[in-house]
């Protein structure tokens, strides 16, 4: 038999089928037959993927630049002795290391929820009975019986169906359950279309089936998306390439500088050991211990407010990748839309109206020309209602969270509908019980029940050709039968499925006062038609605002669903996707049958232009964001299913639904949805955006008490002068800055006006030009300030232990004053609010007095070779650490008058 994953099952006859598999339909499989194919084709599971082990995934979370600057940083303080600071640099080493190594388990994580996908018990067909067996004995031949809430445990040609509906929106994204019909289909049939054929992991909500087994285990269409899931990368976070290239970047110019200040010390004749021991105090003087630190607790407070918003961050750099968001790719249905069918629009000959309410709440009214109308003031516009709220098997139940309804979305929203109207459906109900039904069979297309009643009365509903075909009139508004023009039917259903509604029509016939049974002869011809009600799924309220707030901060919002082009367009034209013109908004779409045949180069032009992509398969949704990826963009990526994982874990960031996401999808993601509703992302956004502020405002803030304690370094071995700092001052300063100043920053609220930027170029470094001139300023204040001092003080006959201690001072001073500048990059405080932030006064508070300890506590004197001081000494400190706050205010002030006048 034939095991090739790319046979078309669904385009072959059934006896070529038959003979292909070497199946017998009537009586299964027989146990040689069975243990000879599992040698051959394995079990129907998922092979897990072999990788790096765990302990070389562990050791490369270290092969990072900054990380071996550290390690050297802590290696150097080991060897001064300095054995509790070293151990809290490689304890922040080890710890990030231990973050990265969990979540470098994704992909992993997510082939294992396939493989959980799949564990399920099937009722095969072997020897002629039936048996229950455990889903991962089945192989290709194997005659499978499906029934109403079973999981489909393997891929399956269908071979009979009866009234049979799978939930295939996992794997295709399809918004409601999937009709099924036997029959070859053709060979170009899309995936989500195959009628005949059942995969893997599906769920039968309605019917009955038997099917024969085509593909197991890694053949089957969820094992080609652990394929690509496998397959696809991971891509590192723009923050994580930004800090890993300012890393680098810092480590050349440290190594420079030391090698610089090695040199110039050779050259003054001083000796190579002493000038050792100057690079080492450069070393540890420029290295920002405290930023791995910071930058984890910043992403974590990040993290946190988040939660408070319904956004779930199962990967730190996500959080700051969220705000760098240039594109986002959302899926529909649950989404951007409630998932709650709802019926918009009535239509009877000579009446159109609407129908406004959201979701399965029964609140809302008729109206016509946008005045309120009265359904009993049609005759015909009633029985439509009626006959809607009657031929209907669903039930709409009032609960703690609201309305639901048991039974086909479908159904529920005609209930709703006739609600709305007026027609109480427990009592409506009870007056016109029923007596007999035709259940809805995929090959029919429709469904009809028969009520009590003077006359008594068939209801029929269905797909609108199967509808007309058995009508021979029409009601008129005051109930008489008129001749039925075909003509104005079709116009009207072709109008209303261009808006992306989903059309139902409805029929009615009399029958005798005594019959208690109906069959497909009672309903073949000659009834009347009543109308057509057209339903969708609306969007959400919040996610139109969401999308609004996106295009104003210069995001994209795109739509990539498994739904049809119609209805995603259509939605997308309501939600305010595409482009504003002046007869309106044009929506561009795709199908996933147009993106086939586009070479690279023509995707990534249409991925840019496009703002909906409708009946993709997971292949095609994982070259969407890669081709979006090539044009530059920082692509964030919502999906809920099965065939959404390949392309969550390649976008730069994978956003997964909570409430309706499948475990494999939330295992891919980066951030998980509690809500599942596109108006978290908009929030995430601002959120991400907030904490990339404030890294930026921490590194623009640490990076001059580097640069001020190297350049005073360097300045005293080129002047050939005492050193102003020692080893493990320098190592004092930018610990005790780092945890009680600059942490105060990570609290540091949202600046106004977030969400009216343009999102951040992926290629911008985290320090631009400006920053880096404000760094170099604000080193040389401090520079000049430590520097003076120092040399007055030895000057005025203080001890080198005095002078070197009003030189750290000046940095834990001026730092402080530095760090009211830094709550905003170009806002005064006075502007933000001066006790808006409570923890900047706490953590200055906190430095003060950790500085009087060092500086007056004995023991401290004996540990950093200090010495106590005079209050002149602090009065100068304290001038200037205002003289910097003036002069970085006066900056800020003056690059805010330049650009207003731009």
């Known amino acids: 038999m034939s ?12 006896p070529d089928l038959l003979g292909l598999l070497e199946a017998d339909q009537a009586q299964g499989l027989t146990p040689a037959q069975v243990q000879d194919r599992q040698q051959r084709f394995g079990r129907n599971l998922l092979a897990p993927r072999l990788g790096h082990g765990p302990l070389l995934r562990f050791l490369l979370q270290f092969h990072q630049a900054l990380v071996y600057i550290l390690l050297a940083a802590a290696a150097v303080k080991a060897g001064l002795g300095a054995w509790i600071d070293a151990s809290v640099i490689f304890g922040v080493v080890l710890l990030n290391a231990i973050i990265g190594f969990i979540q470098e388990g994704k992909a992993l994580g997510a082939l294992a929820a396939l493989a959980r996908a799949l564990t399920t018990e099937a009722t095969v067909l072997r020897e002629g009975a039936k048996q229950r067996i455990d889903a991962t004995d089945l192989v290709p031949g194997d005659i499978v019986l499906l029934a109403s809430g079973d999981k489909v445990p393997a891929d399956l040609r269908l071979l009979q169906c009866r009234n049979l509906r799978i939930d295939e929106s996992a794997l295709t994204g399809e918004s409601v359950p999937v009709e099924k019909a ?21 769920l039968v909500t309605y019917g009955t089936a038997t099917g024969v087994v085509t593909s197991t285990g890694e053949h089957t269409e969820i094992g080609r998306i652990s394929e690509l899931i496998a397959s696809a990368e991971a891509l590192a976070t723009p923050l994580t390439r930004k800090i890993a290239s300012f890393s680098r970047l810092l480590l050349y110019a440290i190594l420079a500088l030391a090698a610089l200040t090695f040199a110039v010390g050779l050259w003054h004749g001083n000796p190579p050991v002493d000038l050792f021991m100057v690079a080492v105090a450069l070393a540890v003087a420029m290295i920002p211990e405290g930023l791995p630190a910071v930058l984890t607790i910043t992403l974590a407070i990040g993290v946190t407010r988040m939660a408070r918003r319904h956004a779930i961050i199962r990967h730190l750099p996500a959080v700051e990748t969220l705000g760098s968001t240039t594109v986002i790719c959302s899926d529909k249905t649950g989404t951007l839309t409630r998932n709650e069918m709802t019926v918009r629009q009535l239509w009877v000959a000579g009446l159109d109206v609407t129908v406004d309410g959201v979701g399965y709440a029964p609140q809302g009214r008729l109206l016509r020309d946008g005045q309120a109308f009265d359904a009993t003031a049609n005759a ?3 029985e439509l209602l009626l006959a809607g709220l009657l031929c209907n098997d669903a039930v709409l139940k009032q609960g703690a969270e609201g309305w639901k309804i048991e039974g086909d979305p479908t159904e529920g929203a005609l209930l709703v509908a006739a609600h709305k109207a007026g027609l109480e459906i427990a009592p409506t109900q009870a007056v016109q019980p029923r007596l007999d039904a035709i259940p809805f069979e995929s090959e029919h297309q429709y469904m009809a029940t028969l009520h009590e009643g003077s006359p008594r009365v068939v209801y029929l509903k269905g797909a609108v050709e199967q509808v007309l075909a058995r009508c021979t009139g029409l009601l008129d508004a005051d109930g008489h039968n008129i001749p039925l023009d075909l003509a104005a039917v079709h116009a009207q259903v072709e109008a209303m499925a261009g808006q992306g509604l989903r059309v139902l029509a409805f029929a009615r016939a009399t029958v005798a006062p005594d019959q208690r049974s109906i069959d497909h002869a009672d309903v073949a011809n000659g009834l009347q038609f009543l109308g057509l009600q057209g339903m969708i799924d609306p969007p959400r309220e919040e996610a139109v605002r969401a999308v609004q707030a996106c295009r104003g901060a210069g995001i994209r919002v795109k739509m990539i669903t498994g739904d049809h082009a119609a209805t995603a367009a259509a939605i997308a034209s309501q939600i305010g996707l595409g482009e504003d013109t002046p007869t309106g908004r044009l929506v561009s779409a795709l199908s996933g049958r147009e993106l086939e045949g586009l070479s690279d180069e023509q995707l990534r032009s249409a991925a840019a232009d496009t703002a909906v992509f409708a009946r993709v398969t997971p292949e095609q949704k994982l070259r969407l964001v890669q081709a979006l990826q090539a044009r530059g963009e920082v692509v964030a990526m919502t999906g809920d299913g099965v065939n959404d994982a390949p392309a969550l874990r390649r976008a730069d960031i994978g956003v997964a639904m909570g409430i309706n996401g499948t475990e494999v999808s939330k295992e891919a993601a980066d951030m998980v949805l509690t809500d599942d509703n596109f108006a978290t992302i908009a929030a995430a956004v601002e959120e991400g955006r907030g904490v990339f502020d404030n890294l930026v405002k921490f590194i623009t803030w640490i990076l001059p008490t580097n640069a001020g304690q190297g350049l005073v370094i360097i300045v005293a071995v080129v002047l050939a002068q005492p050193l102003p700092l020692l080893p493990v001052q320098a190592l004092w300063i930018n610990m005790t800055t780092a945890v009680l100043l600059g942490l105060a920053l990570a609290f540091e ?14 290629d911008t470094p985290i320090i631009s030009t400006e920053l880096l001139l404000r760094i170099a300023l604000v080193g040389t204040l401090l520079l000049v300030g430590s520097f003076a001092l120092f040399e007055w003080a030895l000057h005025r006959g203080s001890s080198e232990a005095q002078a070197r201690t009003i030189a750290v001072n000046v940095f834990a001073v001026g730092q402080s004053f530095y760090l009211l500048n830094c709550r905003s990059l170009r806002l005064s405080m006075f502007k933000l609010g001066v006790l808006s932030n409570p923890w900047i006064w706490v953590g200055i508070g906190a ?15 004996l540990l950093f070779h200090t010495a106590p001081i005079g209050w002149t000494d602090w009065l100068h400190i304290t001038l200037v650490g205002l003289l910097i706050y003036l002069i970085v205010g006066a900056e800020k002030a003056w690059r805010r008058r330049r650009e207003l006048r731009r």
Not at 754 to 759: K, L
Not at 847 to 861: D, E, G, K, R, S
Request: glycine share 4%; no cysteine.
């Open 749 to 762: 609220p949202r600046e106004p006006g977030i969400m009216r930027r343009p999102p951040r170029r992926p």
């Open 380 to 382: 015909t516009l009633r």
């Open 182 to 202: 036997v029959g070859a289909q053709a060979f170009d049939t899309a995936l989500a279309e195959r009628a005949n054929m059942s995969y893997s992991s599906t």
């Open 847 to 861: 430095m003060m007095t950790v500085q009087l300890l060092f500086t007056y506590l004995p023991a401290m004197n």
């Open 3 to 14: 095991s090739a994953p790319k046979t078309p099952w669904h385009a072959l006859p059934e």
